[in-house]
């Protein structure tokens, strides 16, 4: 009996030792569905937003905030696990699903290199696209880890001016969590950035300091995060740093 009852002990001791690393490893995340068990929590829909307006070319960023976000991105991508769905949303204006969520990563390389400055801002539409866009992957396959959004930005939302407008960023961040798809809201820039736009007596300076608070508020409102970058360095730490690898 006491040989019966050891062996027992030592099962139970196994399983709760189990138990133990499967916790560990599937870290929880705010604002995200949690992965079922047995799941590795970056097996998981990434929607990557990137801004594309004009203010996206100001140098503050060497060589500029458009080339080091691009080449921050495709960074990104490579670094993936390969099982990863990842899309990609521009926007200026108007947003555009550029590439949606699939483990392609040449196609996403080469909409990254196609990208090209247009006027205006639209923050929470852009929002919106890359929410509809997982929502149409999980009606084809239900997702089965966490989803995320990178939003990777420069200025305030200019369209529409409001951002608790029903098409506004912090409605849209709001959206985001109760689907359970947290921001990782990436200010790059400073504010010091300047543009040259021309005018009817040549070129004209102007100014497009980075806009962190408004940033910062939509990770808030989505259960996601914020960070800061003014380097390409820094941009790719910031990408690195929101999800795991391979």
Do not use: N
Request: glycine share 8%.
């Amino acid at each position: 009996m006491r040989q019966r009852h050891s062996k027992l002990s030592v099962a139970a001791f196994l399983a709760a030792a189990v138990v133990g690393l499967t916790s560990a490893c599937a870290t929880t995340l705010p604002g995200h569905a949690q992965p079922k068990a047995g799941l590795a929590v970056c097996d998981a829909v990434v929607m990557f937003v990137l801004d594309i307006s004009l203010s996206m070319e100001a140098t503050d960023v060497a060589p500029t905030r458009l080339a080091a976000a691009t080449a921050a991105a495709k960074d990104y991508a490579q670094r993936l696990p390969p099982r990863t769905q990842l899309g990609l949303i521009t926007f200026a204006g108007t947003a555009s699903v550029q590439v949606r969520p699939s483990a392609d990563r040449v196609a996403f390389a080469r909409a990254i290199d196609a990208v090209r400055l247009a006027e205006r801002t639209a923050t929470g539409e852009a929002i919106f696209s890359a929410l509809a866009a997982i929502d149409v992957l999980h009606t084809v396959a239900p997702i089965e880890g966490p989803r995320r959004i990178i939003l990777v930005s420069d200025g305030k939302q200019t369209v529409p001016a409001d951002l608790d407008d029903t098409r506004g960023a912090f409605t849209a961040a709001r959206e985001a969590k109760r689907q359970y798809a947290g921001i990782s809201a990436i200010s790059l820039g400073t504010t010091s950035g300047v543009i040259e736009i021309p005018g009817a007596q040549g070129t004209d300076q102007v100014r497009v300091p980075t806009d962190e608070d408004s940033l910062r508020e939509v990770g808030r409102l989505s259960g996601g995060d914020f960070h800061s970058a003014t380097t390409l360095a820094e941009l790719t730490a910031a990408l690195a740093g929101s999800t795991c690898a391979p």
